[in-house]
């Protein structure tokens, strides 16, 4: 079964500071190339993670400003594809992943998880799109530019979007930058929902009905990202998975049972995978890319056709990208 992936955090560990761990091959993230193939990977989106400073240190990495941390992190994207490139390559559009897909080859697609880099410049954002960038998760868990993140409390959890961020989200929109609302506040969900004249992502958040986690997606907004075309992805987080946030158990029956859930709140066509993969921690009975088939497997078990399996896969997520990106 193929799949698209729309979030992992791997960049954020990948390269170690020994240099020997590389996207191709490694055993100290959830992903690399030789993996996605083995779980016949169509695309990945990688995320450009804006580190906060005190985490330089926690991942071994000499501080450097989000500009240059950026850079860095599409260069090495690029030249580690580059150096792989029989067997992935680059994506920007619809048109490039099925014309990799076609020659037998993965895609790739770069994101920014935390717009604050941003600061509240249209030049930069058409820089992004100039770098790849392709998505956008407009805030992490602090307020920058664009707005204001999910909060326990209510006061910034209610917030919208900025003046910037109402004008940047028409502005994403013509120019063909995918925006994300995982991490954002619910007041800022709602604008986005608003504002954006095209389909928007969650791409890793759950159902916030079954696991309380202000992260997660209440029954309403799960109708509203149906009807606007777009889709969230079932993150593997136990946080967001479990109804006691404090579990760390991460496993597959929880994956089925938000999917259904969030199916029957939204239909077929708003479900799709964002594993959050190398962002996430504890019990994970998914733990590595290659064994993301058991999730589709545990579906097929419990009376999914293969052509909703592979709507929840991969074609809604293509829809997405298909009326988003340019």
């Not at 014309?99 to 058409?126: P, W």
């Not at 917030?159 to 506040?185: C, P, Q, R, T, W």
Request: proline share 2%; hydrophobic share 35%.
């Amino acid at each position: 079964m193929k799949y698209i992936d729309l979030h992992c955090d791997t960049l954020m560990i990948i390269p170690d500071s020994s240099g020997r761990e590389t996207l191709l091959s490694n055993n100290t993230a959830s992903i690399d190339f030789n993996r996605m193939r083995k779980a016949n990977t169509m695309a990945q989106f990688f995320a450009i993670f804006l580190l906060q400073r005190e985490m330089f240190d926690e991942v071994n990495r000499e501080y450097v400003d989000d500009d240059t941390y950026i850079k860095n992190c599409v260069n090495y994207l690029k030249d580690s594809i580059e150096e792989n490139k029989d067997i992935i390559s680059m994506a920007y559009n619809y048109e490039d992943i099925i014309k990799n897909d076609s020659e037998g080859k993965m895609s790739a697609i770069l994101t920014i998880e935390d717009g604050r880099s941003v600061d509240g410049s249209f030049e930069k954002l058409k820089e992004y799109y100039d770098l790849g960038i392709r998505l956008i998760t407009l805030t992490w868990n602090f307020e920058n530019c664009f707005g204001y993140p999910n909060s326990d409390n209510p006061s910034v959890m209610n917030s919208g979007l900025k003046a910037f961020g109402k004008e940047a989200v028409e502005y994403m929109n013509e120019l063909g930058i995918l925006i994300d609302v995982s991490h954002l506040s619910d007041g800022g969900f709602y604008d986005v929902a608003k504002i954006s004249k095209k389909p928007f992502v969650a791409s890793h958040s759950n159902a916030r009905a079954l696991s309380p986690h202000r992260r997660n997606l209440t029954d309403d907004m799960i109708k509203i990202l149906a009807e606007k075309g777009g889709v969230t992805g079932i993150n593997f987080s136990p946080t967001f998975l479990n109804e006691d946030p404090k579990i760390r158990n991460s496993r597959i029956e929880l994956m089925v049972e938000h999917i259904n859930y969030i199916r029957n709140k939204g239909g077929d066509e708003v479900l799709a995978l964002g594993t959050d993969f190398d962002g996430i921690t504890g019990n994970l009975e998914i733990d590595s890319v290659d064994k993301v088939p058991l999730l589709f497997d545990a579906l097929k078990k419990s009376g999914w056709s293969d052509d909703l399996i592979e709507k929840f896969a991969y074609k809604n997520a293509l829809r997405v990208i298909k009326d988003t990106l340019k």
